[in-house]
C-alpha cells in the first residue's frame, strides 16, 4: 500500500505570496493533520480533517487553512507568506480520526517551504 | 495545559549497547495515549511504539521498549542492541480524546560504531 504523498516536496516563495500544500493520504485513511516542524518551535499541530469536515485546530493565524477533499486528499493553503512562515509542513493521515482515538498516525516526507 | 518534556536534546550510544530515552508530560486526563516517533535525517517520520494509558504492561516492539509510569507521567524509551539505522531524531508524543498530538522537543541519538 503506498505511504502518505506531499506535493511538492520543496518549495521557495517570497514574502507575501501565497501557497498551496498537498497531501495524498493512505488508501482508505480519512483522517489527514497538519503540522509545521521549525527548529525553534519544534512541531506544532495546524489542524485536523476527517470526511472534510476541520475536527480539530491548532493555534496558528487565519492566514493558514486547510481543506479535504471528498477523496480524502487534502491541501493546506498559506496566505501572505512572512518570514517565519519558513519550515517543514508534515502531513500525518490516519485511518479514523486522530483526535477521537489513539489512531496510529502515518506521517509523509513533508512539504520544505523556504520564504525569502 | 498538556505539555511534553523530552530533557535530553542529545544522546549517544555505542552499537549494540542499551540507550533509553526520557519523556514527561504533564495532563490532567485519565485516558490518553503516548507514542514516539523516530525521524532519520532527511527522511520520514514513522511511528516506534505506543503505549494506552489504561494498559498497565508496557508496550514492546522487537528492540524497542517503553517503561510507563502513569502516576510519575513519565514514558521512556529503551533501545536495545542499538544499530547505525537507529540514528534519529526521537520525538515523545501525547495525545488525548479530542485533542491535538503534543509533541516534545526531541532527541537526537547518535550511534556509534
Known amino acids: 500500500k503506498a505511504g502518505v504523498t506531499q506535493t511538492p516536496r520543496y518549495l521557495i516563495k517570497t514574502r507575501g505570496q501565497q501557497v498551496t500544500l498537498s497531501c495524498s493520504p493512505i488508501?482508505?485513511?480519512?483522517?489527514v493533520s497538519w503540522y509545521q516542524q521549525t527548529p525553534g518551535q519544534g512541531l506544532q499541530f495546524l489542524f485536523e480533517?476527517?470526511?472534510?469536515?476541520?475536527?480539530n485546530k491548532g493555534n496558528f493565524p487565519g492566514r493558514f487553512s486547510g481543506r479535504q477533499f471528498s477523496n480524502s486528499r487534502s491541501e493546506m493553503n498559506v496566505s501572505t507568506l512572512e518570514l517565519g512562515d519558513s519550515a517543514l509542513y508534515l502531513c500525518?493521515?490516519?485511518?479514523?480520526?486522530?483526535?477521537?482515538?489513539?489512531?496510529?498516525?502515518?506521517f509523509g516526507p513533508g512539504t520544505r517551504l523556504t520564504v525569502l | 495545559a498538556q505539555t511534553v518534556t523530552q530533557s535530553q536534546p542529545e544522546m549517544s550510544v555505542q552499537e549494540a549497547e542499551t540507550v533509553t530515552l526520557s519523556c514527561t508530560y504533564d495532563?490532567?486526563?485519565?485516558?490518553?495515549?503516548l507514542f514516539w516517533y523516530k525521524q532519520p535525517p532527511s527522511r520520514q517520520m514513522i511511528l516506534v511504539i505506543r503505549?494506552?494509558?489504561?494498559?498497565?504492561q508496557n508496550a514492546t516492539e522487537n528492540r524497542f521498549s517503553v517503561n510507563f509510569q502513569k502516576a510519575a507521567k513519565s514514558f521512556s524509551l529503551k533501545i536495545s542492541d542499538s544499530q547505525l539505522g537507529d540514528a534519529a531524531m526521537y520525538f515523545c508524543?501525547?495525545?488525548?480524546?479530542?485533542?491535538?498530538?503534543?509533541f516534545g522537543a526531541g532527541t537526537r541519538l547518535t550511534v556509534k560504531p
Open positions: 508524543a501525547y495525545r488525548s480524546h479530542g485533542n491535538d498530538m503534543r
Open positions: 500525518a493521515s490516519s485511518l479514523v480520526a486522530a483526535s477521537g482515538s489513539g489512531g496510529t498516525q502515518y
Open positions: 480533517y476527517f470526511s472534510e469536515t476541520q475536527r
Open positions: 488508501s482508505g485513511h480519512r483522517s
Open positions: 503505549q494506552e494509558a489504561y494498559k498497565q
Open positions: 495532563t490532567s486526563e485519565s485516558d490518553y495515549y
